[in-house]
């Protein structure tokens, strides 16, 4: 089992920056996929960002939509991964939600919370 907790979101303004984070615990070791998703109202949940490897990895995928403004990072010490989101927008505005596979197993935090203002 792995647990998974955000924490970092809020409300910004357009142009802004926000930095999430993702602690995990658990059965951390084994974990082949760590990443964020995000779901808009009425959206579909869609990936933004992920590291293939989990916290051994380094090869980071980006959705089309953030790549040049988001940032995925991991710190294996603290079993922690985080999303620096810069230059936000509107269109930015969902909950953001950690991922994690292991062992073909998918694990999700609760979520949290991004609103960017106009």
């Known amino acids: 089992q792995v647990q998974l907790v955000e924490s970092g979101g809020g409300l910004v303004q357009a142009g802004g920056s926000l930095r999430l984070s993702c602690a995990a615990s658990g059965s951390t070791l084994g974990i082949t996929v760590l990443g964020w998703y995000r779901q808009a109202p009425g959206k579909q949940r869609e990936l933004v960002a992920a590291i293939v490897g989990g916290f051994s990895g380094s090869d980071t995928n980006y959705a089309d939509s953030v790549k040049g403004r988001f940032t995925i990072s991991r710190d294996n010490a603290k079993n922690t991964v985080y999303l620096q989101m810069n230059s936000l927008k509107p269109e930015d505005t969902a909950v953001y939600l950690c991922?994690?596979?292991?062992?073909?197993?998918?694990?999700w935090g609760q979520g949290t919370q991004v609103t960017v203002s106009s």
């Open positions: 991922y994690a596979l292991r062992t073909r197993i998918e694990y």
